[in-house]
């Protein structure tokens, strides 16, 4: 409670005339389950362009699929300053010594949320890939700077921070442990989970890697951090698989509520819960799909490629 009151302190003091609207921006999902002649996998990364600056969303799972992938996308990966890691789960962060590896001259800074870097133990030891491998990433390069409140990472350009679980959406293993800031070993609610937003003219764009904090929390939080603003585009992963009807239509609600009307459903959303929330929404196959390997969003619209 102590940091909720904190957290939403904090909020006035950077909603009002210190966020620059991006004028262009072009978002191309590197890493998810779907392709058509790339490499699909159980996993996230996405290229996000914003008025000439770039920041990689998420390292996807497997070692070589986002690099790999890049390249045949003719998308060029060096001096890259920013990568973000919306938490610490494999298939967000598996390429990420590879991509190191490969491009020495990117990503020297890695934006992750607060608590990415607690242990979670498990028969086997430690199920925190990012822990596991930070001592390597560090003597790479890389530096990793911890966000618990909204930050503004470059000119318009925002991450969540922690997200505050106002509504009880628990899409999360519900088994798996964490050992806490204090010590304490609990239920691991994946308390790093962060999402990048940014406004437009035409309202803000949201990008998650999982949701974990649930989509409904994501949007509502974000609305407090640039109130009055609708959140007209949202693509990546947000965890609706396998959630029954009822749920869905609850979620579309709160999306409707948000202004939601463009929706790139990837990764962990499932495919049967993308085209159910497309029609509690009464969206088009234009403006809500699934996404693949090569999916474009721009201002304009959404490019899905030959998996359209």
Not at 243 to 267: I, S
Not at 270 to 284: D, E, P, Q, V
Request: aromatic share 10%; charged share 20%.
């Amino acid at each position: 409670m102590k940091h909720l009151i904190i957290a939403l302190l904090f909020l006035p003091m950077i909603s009002f005339g210190q966020n620059p609207k991006i004028k262009d921006f072009k978002i191309t999902i590197l890493s998810t389950m779907l392709s058509d002649f790339h490499t699909g996998e159980w996993g996230f990364s996405a290229m996000i362009e914003v008025d000439g600056e770039r920041i990689l969303f998420d390292a996807g799972s497997r070692e070589n699929t986002v690099v790999q992938n890049a390249k045949e996308l003719s998308i060029n990966l060096d001096n890259i300053d920013n990568i973000f890691l919306s938490h610490n789960h494999k298939d967000h962060t598996g390429g990420l010594i590879t991509l190191k590896k490969e491009y020495p001259n990117s990503f020297k800074k890695a934006h992750v949320g607060e608590g990415i870097f607690y242990s979670r133990p498990n028969a086997e030891g430690d199920d925190n890939y990012i822990l596991s491998n930070k001592n390597t990433l560090e003597n790479l390069g890389i530096k990793f700077i911890s966000h618990k409140n909204p930050t503004q990472l470059i000119p318009g350009l925002w991450t969540t921070g922690q997200v505050p679980r106002k509504y009880d959406e628990k899409n999360w293993s519900g088994v798996s442990k964490m050992i806490d800031s204090k010590g304490n070993i609990v239920e691991d609610i994946i308390p790093e989970d962060q999402s990048l937003f940014f406004d437009t003219e035409n309202g803000i764009v949201l990008i998650s890697g999982c949701g974990h904090a649930g989509l409904a929390n994501t949007l509502d939080y974000v609305q407090k951090i640039i109130p009055g603003r609708p959140i007209y585009k949202i693509i990546g992963g947000f965890h609706l698989l396998k959630l029954n009807n009822d749920k869905l239509e609850w979620t579309a609600k709160k999306m409707r509520e948000a202004g939601v009307n463009y929706f790139v459903g990837a990764h962990c959303t499932g495919l049967n819960s993308t085209y159910s929330i497309r029609n509690f929404l009464g969206l088009t196959s234009e403006s809500a799909l699934v996404g693949s390997v090569g999916t474009v969003i721009t201002a304009k619209g959404i490019f899905p490629g030959y998996m359209e």
